[in-house]
């Protein structure tokens, strides 16, 4: 399996844009053939960060959802108004 951890840092007043495409990509996520998982996460503590938690159950099944036209889409939205950094684990 691929656990990605996607942090997102939303730019100005931004937040509600990103989450809402956040919200959108996890919706399109959830009903792909291979994902086992897919959450959105606020921070606590810093009003512009959000994470997003996925997994896969395998990369056959995460290329299919990078390619999809949903990802494009809402990935876009999320890069133009936040930074993201991306880490990944296979276990």
């Known amino acids: ?4 951890n996607c942090f997102i840092r939303v730019k100005d007043d931004r937040y509600e844009v990103v989450l ?23 921070s606590a503590t810093r009003p512009d960060i959000l994470m997003i938690c996925e997994t896969w159950r ?9 390619a999809s036209a949903e990802f494009e889409r809402y990935v876009g939205i999320m890069r133009d108004n936040a930074e993201m950094k991306l880490e990944s684990f296979e276990f």
């Open 20 to 42: 809402d495409a956040a919200r959108g990509l996890t919706e399109a996520s959830l009903l792909q053939d291979g994902c086992v998982a897919y959450d959105i996460f606020t």
């Open 58 to 66: 395998d990369r056959a099944a995460l290329d299919a959802h990078s």
């Open 1 to 4: 399996m691929i656990r990605l």
